[in-house]
Each structure stands twice: as C-alpha cells, then as structure tokens.
C-alpha cells in the first residue's frame, strides 16, 4: 500500500505545482563519456552546474535525464536529453506537453562560436543559427518563439575544422575560466524564473 499511497501523492504534488512556475530549463548535448568535457556540451554543464548548486540529482527518464529543482516557488525541471544533438527537439516537446509547461517558460542552452568564450547571450526568439538542436526544437515546437541561452564557445579554429573544435575538449586558458562562467550561466538561468526574460536579457546579455 504505501507505493500506492506515494503514487498518488506524487501526483497530487505535480498537480497543485502552477502550471506559471513551472519551466523547462534544456542544456544542450550529446550523451557519452566521449563528450563530457567538449564545446558543444556546454548546456549539460551549465544544469549540471545549477543542480550541483541546489543539491538535486539527476534521474534517468523519458528521452532523457531529469532533476528538478525549487528556487523561490518556481519549479525547475532541468533536462538533458539523451537524443543526441540532432533530435533535442523531440525531448523538448515531450517535457513541455507532459509537464504542461507554457512556451514562455522554455529556455534552451547552447553553444555558440560566434560568440567569445564564456559570453551569454540571451533572446526570446530567433533563428536556429545553423544549430543542430535549435533547428530540431524549431520542427518539432513548429515556432522559433521561444527563449534561448547562447554561451560563447568562440570561433578559434582553423579553416575546415570546426567540426573537431566543436566536438573537442576545451584547452587549459577555458578550464581554467569555466568554473565562474558556470555560476554566472547558473545565476541567469534563475533569473530568467525569477526575474522573467527581459530583466535577464538586460542584466545578464554580455556578460
């Protein structure tokens, strides 16, 4: 009986969560030991990081790996898909209708080389950029109205090789910056709960 009282209890407590403060936090990134530490992971770190912050671990779940977070009464469910990068959007759509989280409340985190390392940039909407993932969750949402976290990954790579930069680990000068990067990402993505996007835009864009 008492998995039977716990089901229930479960379900009563993702009910009474306002569908509102409820957001859908997507890092980005390709599943493998092989790509933990690459560029183009950036977006597990960064609700890597966020989870290590509020003690919350990750738990293997449908098309992906969940934790879910409480940061001033909003809800974050941190995904990372397991889709691979081409297929993110299939993830996406799938958390956002189970969970029933508005469009508004998805921010999706990627790398991004046209940025200088370490840079956040932030908009609620926009074009997939060439992104892999962006472009999937642009096909499966069938809109680009929807929020996205861009870190800087930088352009430092010679001609015909950024598909090895990319997929590549980042050298001891990021290492070495990453860390702070990392709680700063982490403090944006909550303030975009807490603060909305356009006070995120403004205080974090930049940076």
Request: charged share 25%; hydrophobic share 35%; glycine share 10%.
């Amino acid at each position: 009986m008492k998995w039977l009282t716990s089901l229930f209890s479960k379900r009563e407590e993702k009910e009474d969560i306002d569908p509102m403060k409820k957001y859908l936090i997507v890092g980005l990134g390709n599943i493998g030991a092989e790509y933990v530490n690459t560029r183009h992971n950036i977006g597990f770190k960064i609700v890597d990081r966020i989870a290590q912050q509020e003690g919350a671990s990750f738990e293997t779940a449908k098309l992906g790996a969940m934790a879910k977070v409480s940061v001033k009464g909003r809800t974050l469910f941190l995904l990372k898909p397991n889709t691979y990068m081409n297929l993110s959007g299939k993830a996406i759509k799938y958390w956002l209708d189970q969970e029933k989280i508005p469009l508004e409340n998805l921010l999706v985190i990627t790398d991004d080389l046209n940025l200088p390392f370490g840079t956040i940039r932030i908009k609620g909407k926009g074009s997939d950029g060439g992104h892999n993932g962006l472009k999937s969750t642009q096909q499966l949402l069938n809109t680009a109205d929807y929020a996205r976290f861009r870190f800087g990954i930088s352009d430092d790579f010679k001609k015909g090789k950024q598909v090895d930069y990319v997929l590549g680990e980042w050298d001891a000068e990021e290492t070495a910056k990453l860390s702070e990067r990392l709680d700063m990402s982490s403090e944006a993505v909550k303030s975009f709960a807490l603060a909305g996007l356009g006070n995120t835009m403004s205080n974090f864009n930049g940076k």
